[in-house]
């Protein structure tokens, strides 16, 4: 395969700042991933900077462990228009964190005030070939960016309503 990233794009009718506070929020990434190994937010600080690292409770079948932790490094975050980190293990116990290549990167346009297109990226571009020796590429089926990017619109959509006003406006929601 040349190509070494899949992505998907949504319509989603929220503002641009309301999407990006779900996607800023740990806590909130289980209920948004669309397969189901992202169990909870182990450190549920909003995330805030660059360079932030944030963990991750995670399940697959196919992990030696079964369950298992990661640690996400934010590699960009420019509010609302971008948030994406790259996943990392600490693999020794020590504190020092390693990471496989790959990236997780939403981009959002504003689309006027109450609406924003979300871009979902998955890029494993960077990963080394040792570790394309045993993982394969990507690791999910085409259907799982489309199901995560639904499920931020369905939470994006609550948490806009339940905050009753537009949240780069402070106007109330008609």
């Known amino acids: 395969m040349d190509q070494e990233n899949v992505s998907a794009t949504l319509r989603i009718a929220v503002p641009a700042a309301a999407v990006f506070a779900v996607l800023a929020d740990p806590a ?3 209920s948004i991933d669309g397969t189901g190994w992202v169990q909870e ?4 600080a909003p995330l805030t900077e660059a360079g932030q690292i944030f963990r991750m409770g995670m399940y697959h079948p196919g992990h030696p462990d079964g369950n298992y932790q990661v640690a996400n490094k934010v590699q960009v975050l420019d509010p609302p228009r971008a948030i994406g980190w790259r996943p990392g293990t600490d693999a020794k116990g020590d504190g020092n964190l390693e990471f496989g290549g790959w990236i997780w990167r939403y981009d959002l346009t504003p689309l006027g005030p109450s609406e924003t ?3 979902l ?3 494993w571009s960077a990963v080394p070939q040792y570790i394309r020796e045993y993982l394969q590429f990507p690791p999910f089926g085409p259907e ?3 199901n995560s990017l639904d499920h931020l619109a369905e939470l994006a959509a609550q948490a806009f309503r339940a905050r009753g006003a537009d949240m780069g406006t402070g106007r109330p929601i008609s």
């Open 28 to 30: 909130a990434h289980a």
């Open 41 to 44: 937010a182990v450190d549920q």
């Open 117 to 119: 297109e979300v871009t």
């Open 121 to 123: 990226t998955y890029d």
């Open 144 to 146: 799982h960016l489309t």
